[in-house]
């Protein structure tokens, strides 16, 4: 059984899959190498020696330079190797284009064609609060209508915002919580304001521009005497609305999936990235669409998905996408690579070069065609990148926001947290698979253990298909639901 793995043959490390003793053995390119220390699970091995401050090598590129002289056989990580990164760069422009290597297969699933034309995968009632200070009342009502009804998929996506902002934070916070309301997964939306917020309903509604009046309804909690039976009203309405709601065959080119990774691991760029790269192509092939985000983690990997941008102009917005969230970080004296988390470095991966180029693996090798800023909603299919920070709640809350039916989050240490739409967990080793079943949805570690590629992504497709068509998610059936929008600027 192999105790490494080499992912690039332009690669000077190797990943361990398990750990590794010192003196024990390591068969890699017909040439025997000896560890010369213990080496954990997940963690990278020289196979040649590396001089001082010449660079290391994974995934076929540079993930930062050696610190000290490093021998083959010797552990990498942070001890001995540094970022190469910096600040601002200049790009270019080289176009590169695969093929990509799935067909239609007019596959389906089952959902819920709404009005306009948009297509859902639940048929849920949300409460979207205006201001964070009717939280406990938007409780208070689901929990009053559940009680008076046979209807339980009652949801409140509680937050801190709504009042006490200005400028582009006050946008945020109505653009996210309106594109919430819009959002198809809701059948029947209550929107719960208090009254004397910044965030007032007469704004609020004028941002939402055009939407469903049969299935959102308003409530000012000031403007009522007993706001917890008005809600449960209006909630009464809309549940008759949703009644009537019916699943019906839909073309799998109308599913939208956020693509997400955290706590990731030394095997996240192996197998749960690299599956979700896969699955990108493939929902790309059917005419779906997919959104890669987290544009920190984007540094380091940039280039590769700048050129791989359909047009010059789809390559100038990635590059602004990419420069401007290095501006957010020097405006505040942070560096841009401040990253990867204590819990990444635990699990294998060294820089922030490794963890992108690693995070990247989930776009596969498709075009992009769009780019979006934080806040903006999809207008092109295939695959597109989003403005949002590498933090898992933000960006996933951003990633569903900007109409994502599902988020697919890979992970190689766990974590048990969903936002406003179905959050699957996908796992990058059986390990933490079969220790959390209760958080992770499906296991890409499997490819690590002699299971092929396509063996495993015509299981992942089956099973995002259930999730389309019905089948909870781990987050889902925990009931952990929540959002967070990206904050910036002062609170008065």
């Known amino acids: 059984m192999k105790n490494v793995i080499k992912i690039n043959e332009k690669d000077n490390v190797v990943v361990a899959l398990n750990d590794l003793n010192k003196g024990d053995v390591i068969e890699i390119d017909g040439k025997v190498?000896?560890?010369?220390?213990?080496v954990k699970k997940g963690h990278k091995i020289a196979i040649t020696d590396i001089q001082k401050n010449s660079n290391i090598y994974k995934y076929g590129f540079p993930i930062g330079h050696a610190l000290e002289e490093i021998k083959k056989g010797q552990w990498v990580h942070t001890h001995n190797i540094k970022t190469n990164l910096d600040g601002?760069?200049?790009?270019?422009?080289?176009?590169?284009?695969?093929?990509?290597?799935?067909?239609?297969?007019?596959?389906?699933?089952?959902?819920?064609?709404?009005?306009?034309?948009?297509?859902?995968?639940r048929n849920e009632?949300?409460?979207?609060?205006?201001?964070?200070?009717?939280?406990?009342?938007?409780?208070?009502?689901?929990?009053?209508?559940?009680?008076?009804?046979?209807?339980?998929d009652v949801h409140v996506f509680k937050h801190n915002f709504?009042?006490?902002?200005?400028?582009?934070?006050?946008?945020?916070?109505?653009?996210?919580?309106?594109?919430?309301?819009?959002?198809?997964?809701?059948?029947?939306?209550?929107?719960?304001?208090?009254?004397?917020?910044?965030?007032?309903?007469?704004?609020?509604?004028?941002?939402?521009?055009?939407?469903?009046?049969?299935?959102?309804?308003?409530?000012?909690?000031?403007?009522?005497?007993?706001?917890i039976s008005s809600g449960c009203e209006l909630l009464k309405e809309l549940y008759e609305k949703i009644q009537k709601d019916e699943r019906e065959e839909v073309s799998i080119s109308e599913l939208k999936i956020g693509l997400k990774c955290g706590a990731s691991d030394g095997f996240s760029g192996i197998t749960a990235n690299p599956l979700l790269g896969k699955l990108s192509d493939?929902?790309?092939?059917?005419?779906?669409?997919?959104?890669?985000?987290?544009?920190?983690?984007?540094?380091?990997?940039?280039?590769?998905?700048?050129?791989?941008?359909?047009?010059?102009?789809?390559?100038?917005k990635t590059v602004n996408l990419i420069n401007d969230f290095k501006k957010y970080f020097m405006s505040y004296n942070q560096p841009v690579y401040e990253n990867p988390s204590p819990g990444n470095k635990a699990g294998g991966i060294?820089?922030?070069?490794?963890?992108?180029?690693?995070?990247?693996?989930?776009?596969?090798?498709?075009?992009?065609?769009?780019?979006?800023?934080?806040?903006?909603?999809?207008?092109?299919?295939?695959?597109?990148?989003?403005?949002?920070?590498g933090n898992d709640l933000v960006a996933s809350t951003a990633l569903a926001s900007a109409g994502c039916h599902m988020v697919l989050f890979t992970t190689g240490r766990g974590t048990?947290?969903?936002?406003?739409?179905?959050?699957?967990?996908?796992?990058?080793?059986?390990?933490?698979?079969?220790?959390?079943?209760?958080?992770?949805?499906?296991?890409?570690?499997?490819?690590?253990?002699?299971?092929?590629?396509?063996?495993?992504l015509k299981e992942f497709i089956n099973y995002l298909l259930g999730v389309a068509n019905g089948n909870m998610?781990?987050?889902?059936?925990?009931?952990?639901?929540?959002?967070?929008?990206?904050?910036?600027?002062?609170?008065?």
């Not at 190498?33 to 213990?38: L, N």
């Not at 699957?424 to 890409?444: E, G, L, P, R």
């Not at 998610?473 to 609170?491: D, L, P």
């Open 125 to 152: 009632l949300w409460i979207v609060p205006t201001v964070g200070c009717v939280n406990g009342t938007a409780d208070l009502i689901a929990e009053r209508f559940k009680s008076e009804t046979e209807f339980k």
């Open 88 to 121: 601002i760069k200049d790009y270019e422009y080289n176009k590169q284009t695969f093929e990509n290597p799935f067909k239609n297969e007019n596959l389906t699933f089952k959902g819920y064609r709404r009005e306009d034309g948009t297509v859902g995968i």
């Open 162 to 227: 709504g009042c006490s902002q200005l400028g582009d934070d006050h946008n945020n916070t109505r653009t996210i919580l309106g594109n919430i309301v819009k959002h198809p997964n809701a059948g029947g939306v209550l929107v719960l304001g208090l009254g004397c917020e910044n965030n007032t309903m007469e704004s609020f509604k004028e941002s939402l521009h055009s939407y469903n009046k049969e299935r959102v309804r308003f409530l000012i909690a000031q403007d009522v005497e007993d706001e």
């Open 350 to 389: 060294t820089t922030l070069e490794d963890k992108s180029l690693g995070c990247t693996q989930k776009s596969g090798s498709s075009e992009v065609v769009g780019v979006l800023k934080y806040g903006e909603t999809l207008e092109n299919k295939g695959l597109n990148l989003l403005s949002a920070p």
């Open 416 to 456: 048990p947290f969903g936002t406003f739409v179905p959050t699957v967990k996908i796992s990058t080793n059986s390990d933490i698979y079969n220790k959390k079943k209760n958080w992770i949805d499906f296991n890409a570690g499997a490819l690590l253990e002699n299971q092929s590629m396509d063996q495993v």
């Open 33 to 38: 190498i000896t560890a010369e220390e213990p």
């Open 282 to 316: 493939f929902l790309i092939a059917q005419g779906g669409t997919t959104i890669l985000t987290e544009v920190p983690e984007m540094f380091g990997a940039e280039t590769i998905l700048m050129n791989r941008a359909k047009d010059e102009k789809v390559f100038a």
């Open 473 to 492: 998610a781990n987050n889902e059936k925990n009931n952990i639901r929540e959002i967070s929008i990206f904050k910036n600027g002062v609170t008065l």
